[in-house]
């Protein structure tokens, strides 16, 4: 601090610059969230408080009510949201203030950065929820006094959100944070009661904590409900009430796809409310993979990384309340708690079921749902063995002559002899459609299921089956096709003859490393080859790994089927026997180049590609 009792001021962090810039200077149409965002921090505070109070009463000093009071006045033009809650030190306040600690906000101002104009920033504003920063929307200046929960010193962070704030010492006050907005011109409709109380019903009714509205003359009043909606009965609770909550939550302005409401009693008793989201969370991919699921204790909130539900549920949203643990539970005890770990069975059981009834009850529903969140479902097939059956029932997959069945439908459609789950694994729908692998399967009436989410390629690896079958790639050793018949027999043409013999022979001996074997297909009927995988890997997971840095895996050699049946390889076989091997050498070459090309991948020498294209036109066309 400086002699005349001023600091000097700091400078925010580049990011919150970045985002206040956006909030002073974007119109965004629903500017009322930034009252939301003020009191979901201090409804966080007040938490934070009655949690920590547990163990240290004294916390609570003379004054044991926790509630939130909004003050407008119009004279100063100013708004004023308090709390007595844990208040923040001089540091924290530079801390929590100047920079952005949540990894949420981080990537919004990464995305509204992507974004080319101001304009797209609104819609993000509200997809986001950029908390603290939002009071910029609203007023010119603000000022946050805070006092922490056992301390005495007062400290005020002021800020015009253009770059720089100041921390300094304030006199002192009551326990908490005051958060005085001086409003700007054209947001001073946020002065009026009627306001107030809207916007409080729409976006914080829900809030456990009370929030009053301090009138211009009288008794400040109650303006929410402060009733727990989690602990209402599941029919009292109306769908406005659900939407209001999970936007809170979410910040997502759509309603939940699902609502998951009920009371567990027996050997523990709890209340659950949880959300299956409407619209794709921002941080669905956030490397993290936490949970987004409260834990509280009769009505105390404990915490919200509690992982109260697997990582591949990670984007289910809200709130189990436990009426029998402890509350002197401390953080570091949830994780090997036996309660929360019987919880956490029993819950992640009943969203499991609740997304199987969905799917056969509302199957539109049900399809937007797994259109988001399937590919985060499916690491549980491999993470979650103990639950594989259940999520084998809640998954969709589609087939080369279906979309959106089970696997259970799949087995309903076997042909006879069948004695495998045929699937292909593809970067995306168009290539596996495209696949020359599926040719013999097609021809065979065989329907083939379609992974096209890269998560496929790992769990198919691990799953060991589904009713008693196998699954077994396409695109994978050999194709035991044999026992199954053709629909048009003639078609089928794979006898090893001399000639397809030299051809192998001749083929080989061009590509040398560039493959490790060539051999006669089963599963072609129509093109002149295709290349597939021998080893333990499908050649979709082999890219997937390669492209990882410390994998340690690489993409190997693949073996190169060819067609005997097809009309360009017997014109090759009559070569190899009129002129010799060498007379194929260029077309072996071409042949595997065009195989990868089927598969997606690259031509691995397109030099020596194009000049072996172009020597065979000049042949065609001289
Ligand atoms: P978030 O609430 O998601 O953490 P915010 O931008 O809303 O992000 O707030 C940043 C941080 O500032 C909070 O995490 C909290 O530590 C602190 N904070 C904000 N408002 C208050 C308050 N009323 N009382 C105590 N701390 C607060
Ligand atoms: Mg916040």
Same mark, same amino acid.
């Given at each position: 601090? !400086? +002699? %005349?009792?001023?600091?000097?001021?700091?400078?925010? =962090?580049?990011? /919150? #610059?970045?985002?206040?810039?956006? *909030? &002073?200077?974007?119109?965004?149409?629903?500017?009322?969230?930034?009252?939301?965002?003020?009191?979901?921090?201090?409804?966080?505070?007040?938490?934070?408080?009655?949690?920590?109070?547990?163990?240290?009463?004294?916390?609570?000093?003379?004054?044991?009510?926790?509630?939130?009071?909004?003050?407008?006045?119009?004279?100063?033009?100013?708004?004023?949201?308090?709390?007595?809650?844990?208040?923040?030190?001089?540091?924290?306040?530079?801390?929590?203030?100047?920079?952005?600690?949540?990894?949420?906000?981080?990537?919004?101002?990464?995305?509204?950065?992507?974004? !080319? +104009? %101001?304009?797209?920033?609104?819609?993000?504003?509200? =997809?986001?929820? /950029? #908390?603290?920063?939002?009071?910029? *929307? &609203?007023?010119?200046?603000?000022?946050?006094?805070?006092?922490?929960?056992?301390?005495?010193?007062?400290?005020?962070?002021?800020?015009?959100?253009?770059?720089?704030?100041?921390?300094?010492?304030?006199?002192?006050?009551?326990?908490?944070?005051?958060?005085?907005?001086?409003?700007?011109?054209?947001?001073?409709?946020?002065?009026?009661?009627?306001?107030?109380?809207?916007?409080?019903?729409?976006?914080?009714?829900?809030?456990?904590?009370?929030?009053?509205?301090?009138?211009?003359?009288?008794?400040?009043?109650?303006?929410?409900?402060?009733?727990?909606?989690?602990?209402?009965?599941?029919?009292?609770?109306?769908?406005? =009430?659900?939407?209001?909550?999970?936007?809170?939550?979410?910040?997502?302005?759509?309603?939940?796809?699902?609502?998951?409401?009920?009371?567990?009693?027996?050997?523990?008793?709890?209340?659950?409310?949880?959300?299956?989201?409407?619209?794709?969370?921002?941080?669905?991919?956030?490397?993290?993979?936490?949970?987004?699921?409260?834990?509280?204790?009769?009505?105390?909130?404990?915490?919200?990384?509690?992982?109260?539900?697997?990582?591949?549920?990670?984007?289910?949203?809200?709130?189990?309340?436990?009426?029998?643990?402890?509350?002197?539970?401390?953080?570091?005890?949830?994780?090997?708690?036996?309660?929360?770990?019987?919880?956490?069975?029993?819950?992640?059981?009943?969203?499991?079921?609740?997304?199987?009834?969905?799917?056969?009850?509302?199957?539109?529903?049900?399809?937007?749902?797994?259109?988001?969140?399937?590919?985060?479902?499916?690491?549980?097939?491999?993470?979650?063995?103990?639950?594989?059956?259940?999520?084998?029932?809640?998954?969709?997959?589609?087939?080369?002559?279906?979309?959106?069945?089970?696997?259970?439908?799949?087995?309903?459609?076997?042909?006879?002899?069948?004695?495998?789950?045929?699937?292909?694994?593809?970067?995306?729908?168009?290539?596996?459609?495209?696949?020359?692998?599926?040719?013999?399967?097609?021809?065979?009436?065989?329907?083939?299921?379609?992974?096209?989410?890269?998560?496929?390629?790992?769990?198919?690896?691990?799953?060991?089956?589904?009713?008693?079958?196998?699954?077994?790639?396409?695109?994978?050793?050999?194709?035991?096709?044999?026992?199954?018949?053709?629909?048009?027999?003639?078609?089928?043409?794979?006898?090893?003859?001399?000639?397809?013999?030299?051809?192998?022979?001749?083929?080989?001996?061009?590509?040398?490393?560039?493959?490790?074997?060539?051999?006669?297909?089963?599963?072609?009927?129509?093109?002149?080859?295709?290349?597939?995988?021998?080893?333990?890997?499908?050649?979709?997971?082999?890219?997937?790994?390669?492209?990882?840095?410390?994998?340690?895996?690489?993409?190997?050699?693949?073996?190169?089927?060819?067609?005997?049946?097809?009309?360009?390889?017997?014109?090759?076989?009559?070569?190899?026997?009129?002129?010799?091997?060498?007379?194929?050498?260029?077309?072996?070459?071409?042949?595997?180049?065009?195989?990868?090309?089927?598969?997606?991948?690259?031509?691995?020498?397109?030099?020596?590609?194009?000049?072996?294209?172009?020597?065979?036109?000049?042949?065609?066309?001289?």
């Amino acid at each position: 601090m !400086s +002699k %005349d009792g001023k600091s000097k001021p700091q400078e925010f =962090q580049a990011e /919150v #610059g970045k985002l206040l810039h956006m *909030m &002073v200077h974007s119109v965004y149409s629903d500017r009322d969230v930034f009252l939301r965002e003020l009191i979901s921090n201090a409804s966080d505070a007040l938490d934070k408080l009655r949690y920590e109070a547990i163990a240290k009463p004294d916390l609570l000093e003379q004054d044991p009510k926790l509630e939130i009071t909004i003050t407008p006045d119009k004279k100063a033009k100013t708004l004023t949201i308090a709390d007595s809650g844990v208040g923040m030190s001089a540091k924290e306040l530079t801390d929590n203030l100047g920079t952005i600690a949540r990894s949420g906000t981080q990537n919004f101002v990464a995305k509204a950065q992507g974004k !080319s +104009k %101001d304009k797209d920033a609104p819609q993000l504003i509200g =997809q986001f929820g /950029v #908390g603290f920063y939002a009071a910029f *929307m &609203v007023a010119g200046e603000v000022e946050v006094f805070s006092r922490k929960a056992g301390a005495k010193a007062c400290n005020v962070w002021r800020s015009n959100g253009e770059g720089t704030f100041t921390v300094d010492e304030a006199e002192g006050q009551a326990r908490g944070t005051k958060i005085v907005l001086h409003l700007r011109d054209d947001a001073s409709d946020y002065l009026e009661a009627w306001k107030i109380e809207e916007v409080v019903k729409t976006y914080s009714d829900h809030i456990t904590h009370p929030i009053m509205l301090a009138g211009e003359d009288g008794e400040p009043k109650q303006i929410n409900s402060a009733s727990a909606i989690w602990m209402q009965p599941k029919g009292k609770v109306k769908p406005e =009430q659900h939407k209001e909550f999970f936007g809170a939550l979410s910040h997502s302005a759509e309603a939940p796809a699902l609502t998951i409401h009920y009371r567990a009693e027996g050997k523990q008793e709890y209340n659950v409310l949880l959300y299956v989201p409407g619209d794709r969370p921002f941080d669905l991919y956030d490397p993290e993979r936490k949970g987004k699921q409260k834990l509280y204790v009769k009505r105390v909130f404990i915490a919200d990384d509690a992982a109260l539900l697997p990582p591949y549920l990670r984007f289910v949203r809200g709130v189990i309340d436990s009426s029998d643990m402890p509350l002197n539970l401390s953080r570091e005890m949830l994780q090997n708690n036996p309660d929360v770990a019987a919880i956490r069975k029993a819950v992640t059981n009943r969203v499991l079921q609740e997304l199987k009834k969905l799917g056969e009850n509302d199957s539109a529903a049900f399809a937007k749902v797994w259109d988001v969140f399937g590919p985060v479902i499916k690491e549980g097939l491999y993470e979650d063995w103990e639950r594989r059956d259940a999520l084998f029932e809640v998954a969709r997959f589609n087939t080369t002559k279906r979309t959106a069945i089970t696997l259970k439908d799949y087995i309903g459609g076997l042909k006879e002899n069948q004695t495998a789950i045929y699937y292909l694994t593809a970067e995306d729908a168009a290539k596996a459609a495209s696949s020359p692998q599926l040719e013999g399967y097609k021809s065979r009436d065989i329907e083939v299921l379609l992974f096209t989410d890269p998560v496929d390629a790992f769990w198919v690896r691990t799953a060991m089956g589904f009713e008693g079958k196998p699954f077994k790639s396409v695109a994978q050793g050999a194709a035991d096709l044999d026992l199954i018949k053709p629909i048009d027999e003639k078609k089928e043409e794979t006898a090893d003859t001399p000639e397809t013999a030299a051809l192998i022979a001749a083929v080989k001996q061009a590509l040398g490393t560039r493959v490790s074997d060539v051999r006669t297909s089963k599963r072609l009927t129509d093109s002149a080859c295709c290349i597939i995988n021998d080893g333990q890997m499908d050649r979709t997971l082999e890219k997937l790994l390669s492209r990882q840095k410390d994998s340690g895996v690489s993409v190997s050699a693949p073996v190169l089927e060819i067609n005997p049946g097809n009309g360009l390889v017997k014109a090759l076989a009559t070569a190899v026997k009129t002129k010799g091997a060498s007379a194929v050498e260029d077309a072996a070459h071409l042949l595997l180049d065009q195989a990868f090309v089927l598969e997606g991948e690259q031509v691995a020498d397109p030099a020596s590609f194009a000049k072996r294209l172009d020597a065979m036109m000049a042949k065609a066309f001289s």
